[in-house]
Structure formats: C-alpha cells, structure tokens
C-alpha cells in the first residue's frame, strides 16, 4: 500500500516539485496552496504524513497544525513545517502554543535540498 503525503504550500512551483519527488519516491501525493483546502484534504484523504508550508495567505500552517491537533482523529498525524522564518521552531511553538519537539512534528528551513526532506519523509513513515 502506497503511504499518502498532504503537500500544503502556496507557492505552486514548490509543491509541485515536491510532488514529483515524492512521487518518484513511490508515495502517493495530494496537494492544498492553503490552510482551508487542507483541513478539507485531511478529512477526505486521510494521509500518513503532511508537508506543511509555514506562511501563507489567510490560514497559515500554525493555525492549521492548532485545528489538527485539536482533533482526535487526526492529531496523529505527523508534520513536517517548511518554513523561510529565521527562529522558526521558536515562532511557530510561541505564536500557536505548539510543541514542536515533540515526536511528530519536525521542521525545515526554507530553502532546503528536497533530498534532505525525502530522508526525512523515510525516517518518519518509511
């Protein structure tokens, strides 16, 4: 069985980078450019890891993680922040209360080498 990857980004180029990576890495991808159409892809899609943009236009990727983790049903699910801040893990935790040590949440700064991201993406779902 194919794992399923949520790759949320407003930057169309980015995530369809992404997507071709992944893709050629047997994961199977389903894409959002914002916060809502995740929330949304999460619930219809069920995917085993989301790649997740830090900034974007209305909601972003902390008040998405916050509604995640509010959820039982798909608190579970781990995150990968992709972020361009200079103190991201520090912002993101502060600004939305979220812990990102802990064992599902990781994050990489922007710009990154998507081979480093797809080693990630291994380590966490295999």
Do not use: C
């Amino acid at each position: 069985m194919m794992r399923k990857i949520l790759v949320v980004d407003d930057e169309p180029r980015l995530v369809e980078l992404l997507k071709i990576r992944l893709e050629a890495n047997q994961y199977e991808v389903i894409t959002a450019s914002n916060g809502n159409e995740a929330l949304a892809g999460v619930q219809k899609e069920n995917p085993s890891l989301i790649i997740l943009d830090m900034l974007m236009p209305g909601m972003d990727g902390g008040e998405f993680a916050k509604k995640l983790m509010a959820d039982a049903k798909t608190s579970w699910i781990p995150i990968i922040f992709l972020t361009s801040l200079v103190n991201k893990a520090e912002e993101s935790s502060e600004q939305y209360k979220i812990n990102v040590e802990q064992k599902h949440f990781q994050t990489l700064a922007k710009p990154f080498d998507s081979g480093q991201l797809i080693k990630m993406v291994k380590n966490i779902i295999g």
